[in-house]
């Protein structure tokens, strides 16, 4: 098995790399007013990574599951909070390419290749103020949908163009829409204040009574959210991130102690950082791979992943603040 970059996939790593100390000289500030960097969007289209997993038939780059993984990892590293949104974003353009209806698909694929327009999702049900659980009902009447719910941590929410989300109608059957952010009766509420993220804008929706024709609505039969029928574009995007977190915090740690004479327990909690780092790193490939090679069979590999990630990424984040002398 070889894990070597193809020439396209060394190119994607290119262009991320290419960008990221840009990414990562924004996220400070932008951490801490809470502000996404919209600029950083910019710097992405320019790099050719807004449209990185649509189809090139359809404008995109067409990226493979590797190279999307080492753009999401790199990213990761320069700016988490930008990461996760970005993550969303390429997964929803994805699913747009995919299942969009004719006009809608060509207006807002055009949008983002043309203008950097940027997507977020929104797929985990909201609650009302009191906590009472607010799900999305759509209700279809003739050739136009009415929405009313709520929808939470909506990544990106403040700087988007497009949110993608989905209801239930009478009969409890879920439908997914491509929905313009400027339509009347979508607001954002419920902003959450994340360590270290406060900058992906990841807020909550309100939908009172937002309309959008039936060309808006996708037309693939899979629930928004669910990671397993979205091309494993969201597992292997946030495993990369978390990935990238932890890259980023051992990294840190070992600049941080340059010069220092470090206690032998220190020093082996940092080589253990190391290990874990790549472990995970050598199976988010393996996953990658595997769901280039066979898409519909990924699925233990892409939760492997994440699963793998997500713990590695807390573990390595907190020893790297004990190394530290946090």
Known sequence: M????SEREQSVLDDARRVAPALAARAPEADRDMRFPTDDLQDLRAAGLMALAVPEEFGGRGASMVAYALAAETIAAA???????WVMHTACGWEIAHAGQPDT????????????AFICIAGAEGRLPDGTPCPLKADREGDLWRLNG??????????ASY??????????????FVVPMQTPGLCGSDVWDGMGMRASATHGLAFDCVVVPESNRLTADYKTGDFRNTSALFGLGLSATALGIAQAALDFTIEWNKGKTLPDASKLRLGDMSVRVEAVR?????SAWEADRDPQNCEAWVDRSKTAAVEMAHGVALDAMRVCGG
Request: proline letters at 2%; glycine letters at 12%.
């Open 282 to 286: 050598s199976l988010i490939w393996r």
């Open 163 to 176: 949110v993608v989300t989905g209801g239930t109608d009478a009969e409890g059957t879920h439908h997914t």
């Open 2 to 5: 070889d894990f070597a970059p």
């Open 150 to 159: 709520r929808k939470g941590f909506v990544s990106g929410v403040t700087a």
């Open 79 to 85: 700016d988490a909070s930008l990461a996760v949104a």
């Open 105 to 116: 698909r060509t207006a807002v694929l055009a949008d983002v290749l043309n203008n950097g």
